[in-house]
């Protein structure tokens, strides 16, 4: 989908920059971007450099950047462009042998309200008018609209990033501690939660763990889990309301 986009508005001068956030870098993210085969780049943050930079808490988010370089959207929800003549799916689509943690995830997945129709029509808005657009917004709103760290938030991204490192340094134990840390201090970011989530290995593969969920009492290192807390928060709130 994103691809596609892509290929509509690069002819007005757009371009689309992807950039999987993974701390497993390229091991995490190349089965995935070999699928879109993508014509546009797609980097790599192993260790969500671009994330702290930009005010990113969960995916998708964009940033839009002019052609001078300054942002005139800080990080915000992006909801992939919708597919004309698409249906939504539904929970009879899927197949009878589906896990049931996969029925419970894609049961709150549906549960979760964007605007993409308004979303991208602010960006086509935006490609064609440049400056000139309404939903081009000056610095002052922008640096308004962008998330200010408090003290407590500050160290919880530093706890992040000493869990990433460890996680490459291949010790498990001391990332736990720091993303538990991490979660704690920064509760609304969800890709804090997602990356612990995603490197607890169960099954078959990195990410097996992420979609099985928790296994026997006292076996999850961490106090909540993707189904766990989307119900908890509710699911209309995993994104923040987009506005013009």
Not at 18 to 42: F, K, Q, W, Y
Not at 47 to 63: E, K, Q, R, T, W
Not at 125 to 134: A, H, Q
């Amino acid at each position: 989908m994103w691809q596609a986009l892509r290929e509509e508005l690069a002819p007005q001068g757009f371009e689309l920059v992807t950039v999987g956030m993974d701390t497993l870098g390229a091991a995490g993210c190349r089965a995935a971007i070999e699928a879109a085969n993508p014509s546009h780049p797609s980097l790599i943050d192993q260790h969500h450099v671009m994330a702290d930079l930009f005010g990113v808490i969960n995916i998708p988010n964009s940033i839009w950047i002019d052609e001078d370089g300054m942002i005139v959207r800080p990080a915000e929800a992006a909801p992939p462009p919708p597919i004309p003549g698409s249906t939504p799916p539904v929970m009879t689509d899927m197949p009878p042998e589906t896990p049931t943690r996969l029925r419970e995830m894609r049961a709150e997945a549906m549960k979760i309200t964007t605007n993409a129709e308004a979303y991208h029509q602010a960006l086509r808005d935006w490609v064609t008018k440049g400056k000139d657009s309404e939903f081009a917004l000056a610095p002052e709103a922008v640096i308004q609209r962008s998330r200010p760290r408090n003290a407590s938030q500050a160290t919880g991204h530093a706890h992040f990033e000493l869990a990433t490192h460890f996680v490459t340094q291949g010790k498990r134990e001391l990332a736990i501690k720091h993303f538990r840390a991490a979660h704690a201090l920064v509760p609304d970011n969800w890709t804090f939660r997602r990356q612990a989530w995603s490197l607890e290995p169960v099954g078959d593969g990195p990410m097996a763990r992420f979609w099985q969920g928790p296994g026997p009492e006292g076996d999850w290192p961490y106090e909540g889990d993707w189904v766990q807390d989307i119900r908890r928060e509710g699911a209309e709130n995993y994104y923040e309301s987009w506005k013009p």
